[in-house]
């Protein structure tokens, strides 16, 4: 059994779908970064997401890492923005997009919450 770092969940709450797009967003950001660790970051008053450092931290000149996270965001396969969090969790029905993308695409009109 594996864990999700994006969504807190271990791999049997997922489809196979999901779990390979919340797993690309963890490698696309760990290719970009010089720090090889993942971290955890605490956004505002919402749940704790996956963060990677940024390449101009020292740890020579930096006391504080925290202060140079980047959280981990997975990215609409449409346009692009980020997702949020009620979008990541079903990112496998939606097809990986953002709700105003999916409406748009499925042609339905309302309103994105």
Known sequence: ?????????????????????????????????KHKKLWTKKMGFGPDC?????????QYGNLNPTEWLHPIHVPCTKCGLYIGRIEEKNA???DGMCLECFSEVTEQEGKSC
């Open 92 to 94: 496998d029905v939606l």
């Open 50 to 58: 996956p963060a990677v450092l940024d390449n101009d931290f020292s």
């Open 1 to 33: 059994m594996s864990f999700c770092t994006v969504c807190l969940k271990d791999s049997k709450e997922h489809s196979e779908k999901l779990w390979e797009m919340h797993q690309s967003a963890i490698q696309e950001a760990l290719k970009k970064t």
